[in-house]
């Protein structure tokens, strides 16, 4: 059984951040994606090691930083449920609002 599957818009996530890195720099792109995938091994063996945050409520998330980018989880699943990648910056209380 794998350890931890991409969503389809964490898949998406991946590849819009090597697109927009490859713009300058391929082998920064590629270095930055094998970071990010390196950070989803970890959690994917260790799911307790994210953590939560104060700005989403849904208490099924969890988050963990690879280099400058935030794999958001579920740590629950089997596999592990990876559910985004996304910029440290970007306004999480909108991103995960509960449906």
Request: hydrophobic share 40%; glycine share 6%.
């Amino acid at each position: 059984m794998r350890r931890y599957v991409l969503t389809e818009q964490a898949e998406r996530d991946l590849n819009e951040i090597w697109v927009h890195i490859a713009e300058q720099s391929f082998d920064t792109a590629d270095a930055v994606i094998r970071e990010i995938r390196e950070g989803i091994e970890l959690v994917a063996s260790s799911p307790g090691i994210g953590h939560q945050r104060r700005d989403v409520k849904d208490p099924r998330y969890r988050f963990w930083r690879a280099n400058r980018f935030i794999i958001a989880y579920f740590r629950d699943t089997k596999p592990l449920q990876v559910i985004r990648i996304i910029g440290g910056h970007r306004d999480f209380r909108q991103l995960f609002q509960k449906p």
